[in-house]
Antibody, heavy 121, light 111 residues
């Protein structure tokens, strides 16, 4: 069974950093592109970042460009999101999602259960 | 980049059918979309991929009650024989060469 498990969320002060991880199982992780999507309290889904299967190409939403970095370790089947210079508006549940193919030409077809990030002093 | 427009809310009676709409921006009217369901307090769940031709492919375990169709820039999700567990937020998603976009979501109430 395909499974994604996020961890690393928590409470962080504005300007701080946090690294999220997503452990994948049940599929050939290295063959699929992956994404991070977030959902602020009471709001809709917002795409954050995506990465090709090999890790060499990444994409970021304008709202996080220059602050967030997506990466992956295909030897460990783990996806990461390094979040720096965090702001109150980054407060959200962060979901890891598998894309249906190896690059940016695909949508999301599996979701993790999410991890909560709260940015507050 | 593409824009997806959804009605904010919809309602239908238990056992009836409902058709939710997701409209693509006109220049992106041929794009493929995906439908996702988010039940209250839960993570999103992938329902199906839907092409402009109306052809769709559902995710594993998605009931037969869920189907998709298309007309021009409009993409539809039809749920037949509504059940209480279908009460949820429904999001459409599409993607371009370097960006992914979600519609604002439709909150479905089962009466």
């Amino acid at each position: 069974e395909v499974h994604l498990l996020e961890f690393g969320g928590g409470l962080v002060q504005p300007g701080g950093s946090l690294r999220l991880s997503c452990a994948a199982s049940g599929f050939t992780f290295s063959s699929y592109a992956m994404s991070w999507v977030r959902q602020a309290p009471g709001k809709g889904l917002e795409w954050v970042s995506s990465i090709h299967s090999g890790g060499g190409t990444t994409y970021n939403a304008d709202s996080v460009k220059g602050r967030f970095t997506i990466s992956r370790d295909n030897s460990k089947n783990i996806l990461y999101l390094q979040m720096n210079s965090l702001r109150a508006e980054d407060t959200a549940v962060y979901y890891c999602a598998k894309l249906a193919g190896y690059n940016s030409g695909y949508g999301m077809d599996v979701w993790g259960q999410g991890t909560t990030v709260t940015v507050s002093s | 980049q593409p824009v997806l427009t959804q009605s904010s809310s919809a309602s239908a009676s238990l056992g009836s059918s409902v058709k939710l709409t997701c409209t693509l921006s006109s220049v992106h009217s041929s794009y493929i979309i995906a439908w996702h369901q988010q039940q209250p307090g839960k993570a999103p769940r992938y329902l199906m991929k839907l092409e402009g031709s109306g052809s769709y492919n559902k995710g594993s375990g998605v009931p037969d009650r869920f189907s998709g169709s298309s007309s021009g820039a409009d993409r539809y999700l039809t749920i037949s024989n509504l059940q209480s567990e279908d009460e949820a937020d429904y999001y459409c998603e599409t993607w371009d060469s370097n960006t992914w976009v979600f519609g604002g979501g439709t909150m479905l109430t089962v009466l």
